[in-house]
Structures are given as C-alpha cells and as structure tokens.
C-alpha cells in the first residue's frame, strides 16, 4: 500500500474521533512542547551529545538523511507537532545550524531511563537529568529574555512555560534492560521506585510551573524483534502473536501502576491537567491486525541482517558493517519499510508511527479523552 493511500486510510480513521463523547480533558492551542523521553522521541540529542552516529539508511524516507532520529523518517512525536501546527522540536543539545527554540525543546534521548544512569547505562541523560537540563533551559532563557531581538525570536516567551505542554515518553529502557540481569518478580518489584523517580521529575516541572502533562505509557516490549530474538528461542514463551509475553506482561503491570500515578497527581494537582496516553493499546493492537492497516511484516525488521523470521541480529545494527564468521556483510534495509512495522529491530518505522498517531489523535486512547479539543483534526498533514 503507498504512503498516500495509507494517509487516506489514517484521515478516515481519525475523523471518526469527532463521534467519541467530549469529556473535560487538556487543551490542544498550545504555544509551546517540552518533551522528555528516549529514543521513542529523540529528535538528536544522543548523536548531538557525541555519544553515538546513526548512518543511513536512517532517515531515508522524509528526510533523506540520517536526523538524529532512530527511525527512517518522522517519530509519534512529529506527526503530533505537526497536527498542532508546530514545528519538529530540536534537540536541546543541538548547537549547529541556528536550532530555533521558540516553539519549545526536546530533552529526550535515546536509550534514557527513568532511573538514575550507572556505567553501564546507553545514555547518562535519565529523566532527572532531562529535568535539570529543562530546569537550566527556563533559567537562560529568562535571562536572555530581552536582551537582543535577534535572540529573542529563538527562544521561548516566558508564559510559554505554563502554557506549553510537557511530554513524557520514557520507561521502556528500564523494563527492557532488567531483563537482561534481573527475574521477573525482581522487575515488578522495582517498578514503584522506578514510579517514585518518575513522579519526583514531574513534581519539579509542577514547581516550575509547568500545568499540562500528557504522558505515554510503554508499549508491547515483547513484540520488539530484538527482545523476541533474544528472549524467544523457546516458542513456550512466547504469546499467539509471537511477542514474548513476560515482557508485555511487566509493561502492562507497569502502565496500570502509571495510569494510577496520573490519576492520583490529577487529584492532587487541580489546577493542572494530566493526559494518559495508552500506547500499549495501540501498537499491539497494530501487531495484532497489521495486514487490516496495509502492513505485511509485523514483527521482522526492515533495516537488520539475518533474514526471516526476524532479520535481526544483535551482533550488527541497521546501518553498519562487520565480520561475522570471517565474512564481511552489511545490515542493510528492506525495499519498502512502508510494508513493516519495526524499522531496525528496536524502533517502529516512519509508517507504523504515523498509524500510532492516528490512533493517538482520536482520543479514545486517552484518560481522560480529549476529542473535544481537537480544533486541528480536519487539517491532519500526515
């Protein structure tokens, strides 16, 4: 199916929104996005910080390009900033070609967690340092705030801050690496502290003004073709959709424990709104149902090596070449990544996020849903 029927088919699917029952729920004319996460919505910022370099074929679909993104083109959180008539959110560790900041930053980086960093963490930005960056970010610009007029059109306004929306994507990498050390009741077990640490960031961003919260929960890690090769081997573990189920299960025990924190800061916070964005829901629901959507691999990897079932091998990311067994090969990717739901084995591709927005933008996935705040529904640019 090309890109253009499947964005009619999205359109469609999304107006019907306009059906749901309005219920009070976070405005949608918002000047500004703050967003916190990992790679699900890193727009830069891990190849910014010089950590790591992503080549093509990342990048090859929208912007021709490797962008910082671990995708092939755009991520969930482009299709959403492009839906509210906003522009792609730099990398607040983007410091070449004039990165504008006014409409808001992306603190998010890949392979982050919520939990502090340790040596052996991908990325050191977990969310408490994404905080404090976002605590530095407000602080300099209110500093510069009038300063220069040349600068002034780079950077936020100051009731920006309480009138923007700030975005959470972030929990996955906890689950997913505590697998590879720790059983599952030893993960379940640590999933409240892990909230605790969650629940001190968004604390911090309430204190500093901050009133509108949305927030992702974690999707189907079992359904990820790396964690299905490396988890999997044994079919008794794995569910009827091939996805290995001790993971789901902990991302679903995980996001009924972060549904209630939401709640409970709705409570609190009256002043504030927090939206719970059921992403479980809407990606399992795709692996499930891929070919109604006009996919055709739902699991296998577009940009890996190895072939199926899973053209995943850990040994060599999409991208790159090495020796294996003596010979040369390269993880190349697939003639049509329109046709795939995962991209390299990790991350969904350009068209599977632009199906999960669609879903996401009718707001019946949401607590509490918010299609009465959806004025920009009819001018959808997908």
Known sequence: MSMASRACILLILTSFSICFPNAKSIHFNVP????????????GALISAGIESINPPYGQNYFQKPSGRYCDGRLIIDFLMDAMDLPFLNAYLDSIGLPSFREGSNFAAAGSTIRPA???SVSPFSFGVQVNQFLRFKKRVLQLLGKDKEIDKYLPMENFFEKGLYMFDIGQNDLAGAFYSKTFDEI????????????????????????????HNTGPLGCLPQNVAKFGTDRSKL??????????????????????LSKKLQGQYADSNFTYVDIYTIKYNLVGNYSRYG???PIMACCGYGGPPLNYDSR????????LNGTSVTAKGCNDSTEYVSWDGIHYTEAANQFVSSQILTGKY?????????????????
């Open 316 to 323: 060599i990311a999409c991208g790159q070449t090495s020796i």
């Open 118 to 120: 340790n040596a052996a």
């Open 366 to 382: 949401s607590d509490p849903p918010f299609s009465d705040k959806m004025p920009f529904l009819l001018k959808l640019k997908f």
């Open 239 to 260: 569910d009827e959709l091939g996805c290995v189920s001790s993971h789901n299960q902990a991302a679903k025990i995980f996001n009924l424990q972060l549904h209630a």
């Open 32 to 43: 500004s996005v703050f967003n916190f996460g990992d790679s699900n919505s890193d727009t």
């Open 188 to 215: 379940v077990a640590s999933i409240p502290s892990t909230l605790l640490e969650f629940e001190t960031g968004l604390k911090r961003l309430y204190d500093q003004g901050a009133r509108n919260f949305w927030i």
């Open 295 to 297: 996919f055709e691999q």
